[in-house]
């Protein structure tokens, strides 16, 4: 802890300790098992009411998993805001102690983890609880640490503070480098994605190309009637490629209201049975952004795979076309 503490760069470090509470209780109700997240405090959570937890509060604070929430009595996540309950600790020695702590939110579950956020105020007290009766000789060590950087700090202090702690045996991740970790996975998968709707918009331009191509020949003799009777190519070009920009518009909307609504079936059902321990989740959102965009695309995929069919029947020689059978 001293050799990270003199790190240059480094403002401040705290212990990561392992805190292991017996039970939360709320005005002398059932008691419940409680986890506790070393790491809530470092990135702010995802409230479903309250506020964010505050080491400067002098309170201890508590942020309440929202599975608690209502299995502790309270009505809602709301309600259960600035009450106040009762964690248990047992000591070194087998002795039982109480901590009163103030409930400063109601957090949603989160993929950095279950279990309760405590502030500074209330891990010190703990801790101290906890270390109560520890033998004279009996070192204290920690797995982790939490180093705190000035606010300003810009990349490249950043990449000195991580060489620096390396030199000296440590590793160090910021919460960006952590979150990084998710997002490489997840982008992966949304590549795989990706990769499957490039194949389906070419096969779609294809399909386009196809079909504009037959309704040239099916209609060689209406063709052969237009320009005889004054269109020039121009309009015929025009023509057939107004048809394709809206094929292309009323294939793809239809398409995205069906995948909307699929979709957001879909993520609901997930929601309220799979994924009911992470509310707030979606497996599927739609934005009407990237909705217009994939509308938009196919439109320009349909506009330039009807370009070569309409270039055909705006070269058709109206003789010819008149006696296609």
Not at 51 to 61: A, C, F, I, K, V
Request: proline content about 3%.
């Amino acid at each position: 802890m001293e050799a990270i503490r003199a790190t240059d760069g480094i403002e401040r470090v705290e212990p990561a300790v392992m805190l292991a509470p017996d039970f939360i209780q709320y005005d002398g109700g059932a008691k419940f098992e409680l986890s506790v997240n070393p790491m809530a405090g470092l990135a702010d959570a995802d409230l479903a009411a309250g506020r964010q937890l505050s080491d400067d509060s002098g309170t201890p604070e508590v942020l309440l998993p929202s599975s608690y929430a209502e299995a502790m009595g309270f009505a809602d996540a709301g309600a259960a805001v600035d009450q106040t309950v009762t964690i248990a600790v047992t000591d070194y020695a087998g002795t039982q102690h109480t901590i009163d702590a103030v409930i400063a939110g109601v957090q949603n579950d989160s993929l950095f983890g279950e279990g309760a956020g405590f502030n500074a105020d209330l891990r010190t007290e703990m801790d101290g609880l906890q270390r109560t009766g520890v033998p004279e000789g009996v070192s204290t060590g920690y797995i982790t640490s939490i180093a705190y950087l000035d606010a300003d700090a810009d990349e490249d202090q950043l990449a000195a503070i991580k060489t620096d702690l390396e030199d000296q045996g440590f590793t160090g991740l910021t919460v960006a480098d952590q979150i990084g970790a998710i997002q490489t996975v997840i982008n992966g998968i949304i590549g795989v994605l990706n990769a499957f709707a490039v194949i389906a918009l070419i096969a779609a331009g294809f399909g386009i190309v196809n079909t504009l191509l037959m309704s040239v020949q099916e209609r060689t003799r209406e063709i052969g009637l237009m320009k005889a009777m004054g269109m020039g190519g121009g309009k015929i070009f025009a023509l057939f490629s107004v048809e394709a920009i809206f094929i292309g518009l009323l294939g793809s909307a239809l398409g995205a209201g069906v995948a909307v609504g699929l979709g957001s079936v879909v993520s609901s059902v997930l929601s309220n049975t799979v994924l009911a321990s992470l509310p707030g989740l979606h497996i599927m959102l739609f934005t009407p952004a990237s909705v217009a965009t994939i509308i938009g695309v196919v439109m320009l995929i349909a506009f330039l795979a009807g370009t070569l069919p309409a270039r055909r029947a705006a070269k058709q020689n109206p003789i010819d076309a008149l006696r296609y059978e």
